[in-house]
């Protein structure tokens, strides 16, 4: 299968966070209980996440420039590398529609802190869509806060205004559900 060069990078971030940290993370430590032998439960750690809203700061900055856009529909895969009572680590990778209605691709690593049903973290993920980064691959850090209701979570992530990476701040909203309850 051939892939376009928007899509190389995106993949090869995915495959290093799916692969490297991966297996660096999820390796399990004395303290964790042992695994059932037979028990397919990896197959558990997968959530689906729907992207959905976003909500810009500088409304009238966007309009002008076109990048009002707040339906951003796309779908996306989240794997829980290793999971306790004190937080979790994931590795994800998706696509949807941006602010500037063209398909951003992202993949990444992240770690969030438990807080009963709120969860409080970040992921460093790469990005690429024609909208951010006059169109150019680049990493970023992505701070997100979840609340888990059980069989569905609802995520809220912030990304600030920073010079041609992302012309305008957002609040970005997405679902996700958890494959494996």
Known sequence: MEFSAAWRQPLLAAALAFGVVGTAVAEPSPADPPRELGKPDHFLNLNIHAYGFSYHTDRQGTRRTGL????????????TLRENERGISFAEAGFYRDS???V???AGVGYQYKYGSWR???ALVGIQSPTYNEGRFF???LPILTYDFGPVQLNAIYVPNYGEYNKFAVF???FSMPLGK
């Open 120 to 122: 409080l973290g970040g």
């Open 100 to 102: 500037g209605s063209h």
């Open 104 to 106: 951003a691709k992202l």
């Open 68 to 79: 009002d856009n707040q339906l951003n529909l796309g779908l996306g895969l989240n794997y």
């Open 139 to 141: 990493i970023a850090p």
């Open 172 to 174: 970005g909203f997405y």
